[in-house]
Nanobody, 119 residues
């Protein structure tokens, strides 16, 4: 049974930090790129960070570059998003996504975790 579960969201003041975690099971985690997305009401889901299967290559949206860091632990089947210098506009539901392309590709999603940046 495939499971992707986010945790670590919450309420934080502007300028603060949060660390999101995503625990996966039920599929070969080491063969999937991992992504963090976010979505606010009325807007399209935005990809904020991506990490390749090895963990050596990462990409970030311009809106979070320099403030967010994605990492993964293949032995623990987990991916993390360290968020620093948070801004009110970072408020969103954050989703963890496992992606593998190709003929045997698949996408798995978590249920999301709410991050609210407010004073």
């Amino acid at each position: 049974q495939v499971q992707v579960a986010e945790s670590g969201g919450g309420l934080v003041q502007p300028g603060g930090s949060l660390r999101l975690s995503c625990k996966a099971s039920g599929f070969p985690f080491r063969t999937y790129a991992m992504k963090w997305w976010r979505q606010t009401p009325g807007k399209e889901r935005e990809m904020v960070a991506m990490i390749d299967v090895s963990g050596r290559s990462t990409n970030y949206s311009n809106s979070v570059k320099g403030r967010f860091t994605i990492s993964r632990d293949n032995a623990d089947k987990s991916v993390y998003l360290q968020m620093n210098s948070l801004k009110p506009e970072d408020t969103a539901v954050y989703y963890c996504n496992a992606h593998r392309g190709g003929v045997v590709g698949a996408d798995y999603w978590g249920q999301g975790t709410q991050v609210t940046v407010s004073s």
